[in-house]
Nanobody, 121 residues
């Protein structure tokens, strides 16, 4: 089992920044990549960014150039730095653990509790 605990959400004005953190613990041997998803009200959960254990990153087009995913392997922690936030970034953000095979991320059914990000206009 893998446990994921997110923190760092909140309310921010458009154009502002937030940093999310996700601390992973448990049986991490099968995990070689982490991802951030988000789900806005009435919408499907979407993949926002992923990072492999080697540091390779991938982003959704809607956040590319504004969001940065990073990790501290020694702390088993993944971060999502979100800059130039827009009202459409408002959502619950979830951390996920999984595998990266080539350019594809396969998320396992390991999720954090979610953290609310609200961007006001």
């Amino acid at each position: 089992q893998v446990q994921l605990v997110e923190s760092g959400g909140g309310l921010v004005q458009a154009g502002g920044s937030l940093r999310l953190s996700c601390a992973a613990s448990g049986s991490l041997a099968s995990i070689n990549a982490m991802g951030w998803y988000r789900q806005a009200p009435g919408k499907q959960r979407e993949l926002v960014a992923t990072i492999t254990s080697g540091g390779r990153t991938n982003y959704a087009g809607s956040v590319k150039g504004r969001f940065t995913i990073s990790r501290d392997n020694a702390k088993n922690t993944v971060y999502l730095q979100m800059n130039s936030l827009k009202p459409e970034d408002t959502a619950v953000y979830y951390c996920n653990a999984g595998q990266s095979r080539g350019a594809t991320y396969y998320g396992y059914d390991y999720w954090g509790q979610g953290t609310q990000v609200t961007v006001s206009s």
